[in-house]
């Protein structure tokens, strides 16, 4: 027998409210799915991972983030404004380009290498491993990358301008440096190099300052 709409629709709302937790909270469940996707990739984290490391359905999974590239793209702005380096802090109080890049790596030791959290940038090793089926997910984390590779890019400038760097200096040349400088401490980190190994990454790259100029 064929149920009348509005008793489908009564049926459908108390599945909802069955999927949602009464006690759920959305800024806790990013935090543990960051921490998922951090960790293991975005591929190979499973919507039944998910589930289970928050504590909800699967329903009340959708309901709340729309899909799995939904609730990952919820996780990066969760970790850009809760782990990653304040880039934009650092460069605007730094009194030189030097200062500047100095202490924005040195910064980002403290998040590549945690106590208790994933090792590396998220930003960075999240989809190191994907299939071209999940192409959009790596461009998009490319194109955040390079906001970053951008910011730097224009601190220097800004150090050019105010004296600091040489007009001569190749600053595309330069950003590609640090840039590559911080991926690879990322995967240094992954494979488990400590801060204080880091740190002499640090101090090393500290030093060629002047060759780059």
Not at 88 to 102: H, L, N, R, S
Not at 120 to 131: A, E, I, Q, R, W
């Amino acid at each position: 027998m064929i149920k009348p709409k509005n008793q489908l629709d009564s049926s459908a709302d108390a599945v909802r409210r069955r999927g949602r937790p009464k006690c759920f909270n959305e800024q806790q469940a990013l935090e543990k799915a960051m921490l998922l996707f951090w960790q293991y990739g975005y591929e190979a984290t499973s919507i039944s991972d998910l589930t289970h490391a928050l504590g909800i359905t699967a329903p009340s999974l959708y309901s709340s983030f729309g899909d799995k590239a939904g609730l990952f793209e919820k996780c990066l702005d969760y970790y850009l404004a809760h782990e990653a380096c304040a880039i934009d802090q650092i460069f605007d109080q730094a009194k030189t380009a030097k200062i500047a890049m100095e202490l924005y790596l040195r910064e980002n030791l403290k998040s590549l290498v945690q106590t208790h959290k994933p090792k590396g940038c998220m930003l960075v090793v999240s989809t190191m491993n994907c299939s071209t089926a999940n192409r959009e997910i790596q461009q998009h984390l490319l194109e955040k990358r390079n906001i970053t590779k951008s910011k730097i890019y224009q601190r220097l400038e800004q150090g050019q301008i105010a004296g600091d760097i040489p007009q001569t200096t190749d600053l595309a040349a330069m950003t590609d440096f640090y840039v590559t400088l911080l991926q690879g401490m990322t995967i240094q980190a992954r494979d488990g190099a400590t801060i204080q190994q880091l740190e002499k990454v640090v101090q090393t790259a500290i030093k060629t300052w002047d060759l780059l100029l």
